[in-house]
């Protein structure tokens, strides 16, 4: 089993909808878990960090699940803009310095 | 306020030659780090710098090796390419607390070719 899984889509909505995707992760040990967000040939930029229950700014909605170990992102009124490929990172914060990094989900957003 | 510079942003070597990747941050960030993607496979580990003065092997550092030069710069040095180590290489920074480790700010990337 990954480390980090990710269901690598696509997702293909129309603008204006709400998608979510979820990311697992293995090691219940983790302690800090991160969104990022990748254009094509693009370096990926962070999104949202995720400490505790949740996150929320603005359309983004992150939230972790302990027990079942994973996290989600919900993009609600999701724009043309939002088309990208959506990273899941998990840090076991022993050391804080092995981020593992799922594969990613492309989402494309459609008028 | 420039970030995480890489250089080059393209490179293609010949199997067997070397070069070095350079990597530098303006955000006083201690820990730095060297991730290669490939598709399918996600970012994978390279190596990384904790600190000044400090480098430890990731997931994959067979074939490179790293020097922490200074608080702001972080090089990766391929000493004899092979084709398998065709892919895009990332650097990144972030500061780590006590409790928790922030996240990345990565640099554009070096697409590298080995033929």
């Known amino acids: 089993r990954k480390e980090v899984e990710q269901d690598p889509g696509p997702f293909n909505v129309p603008e204006g909808a709400t998608v979510a995707f979820n990311c697992t992760y293995s090691n219940s040990a983790s302690q800090s878990f991160f969104w990022y967000r990748q254009d094509c040939r693009k370096e990926p930029k962070l999104l949202m960090s995720v400490y505790s229950s949740g996150n929320e700014d603005g359309r983004f909605t992150a939230q972790l699940n302990r027990a079942s170990q994973y996290i989600s992102l919900l993009i609600r009124d999701s724009k043309l803009s939002d088309s990208a490929t959506y990273l899941c990172?998990?840090?076991?914060?022993?050391?804080?310095?092995?981020?593992?990094f799922g594969a990613g989900t492309r989402l494309f957003v459609k008028a | 306020n420039a970030g995480v510079t890489q250089t080059p942003k393209f490179q293609v070597l010949k199997t067997g030659q070397s070069m070095t990747l350079q990597c530098a941050q303006d955000?006083?960030?201690?820990?730095m780090y060297w991730y290669r993607q490939d598709p399918g496979m996600g970012l994978r580990l390279i190596y990384y710098s904790a600190s000044e003065g400090t480098t430890d092997k990731g997931e994959v550092p067979n074939g490179y090796n790293v020097s922490r030069l200074n608080k702001r710069e972080f090089s990766l040095r391929l000493e004899s390419a092979a084709p398998s180590q065709t892919s895009v290489y990332f650097c990144?920074?972030?500061?780590?607390?006590?409790?928790?480790?922030?996240?990345?700010?990565f640099g554009s990337g070096t697409r590298l070719t080995v033929v």
């Open positions: 990144a920074s972030n500061d780590v607390g006590a409790r928790k480790s922030y996240g990345y700010t």
């Open positions: 990172a998990v840090n076991l914060n022993t050391g804080g310095f092995k981020t593992i």
């Open positions: 955000m006083n960030h201690n820990s």
